[in-house]
């Protein structure tokens, strides 16, 4: 079992910038993939970054290059750095990880995520 916990949401201004972490309890694989994922007020859960399996690295649209996923190589370690935020990107963020090799298309659902923390609140003011 894997448990993951989120830290560095909060309240800041459109333009400010935040970085994420979440840190594993359990046995993570360094074969794992992790993602970032957040929900809204009233909205389903969506797709925000992934790493992939394979190497592969996926944005949604709406974020990228403005935000950037990373785990410096440690399968304990995420973070997602989040710049130029807008008013938009206000939401419960959340980190997980998948065990399994699916096709790298598969990702961006939250289907194939075995396990998840408990979601960082980011509240961006316009």
């Known amino acids: 079992q894997v448990q993951w916990t989120e830290s560095g949401g909060g309240l800041v201004r459109a333009g400010d910038s935040l970085r994420l972490s979440c840190v594993a309890s359990?046995?993570?694989?360094?074969?794992?993939?992790k993602a970032w994922f957040r929900q809204a007020p009233g909205k389903e859960r969506e797709f925000v970054a992934a790493?992939?399996?394979?190497?592969?690295?996926k944005y949604a649209d709406s974020v990228r290059g403005r935000f950037t996923i990373s785990n410096d190589n440690d399968e304990t370690s995420m973070n997602l750095q989040m710049n130029s935020l807008k008013s938009e990107d206000t939401a419960v963020y959340f980190c997980?990880?998948?065990?399994?090799?699916?096709?790298?298309?598969?990702?961006?659902?939250?289907?194939?995520?075995?396990?998840w923390g408990q979601g960082t609140q980011v509240t961006v003011s316009s």
């Open positions: 359990g046995r993570p694989l360094t074969s794992d993939s």
């Open positions: 997980a990880s998948a065990r399994g090799l699916y096709p790298a298309s598969h990702y961006t659902n939250a289907s194939p995520y075995n396990y």
């Open positions: 790493v992939i399996w394979n190497g592969e690295i």
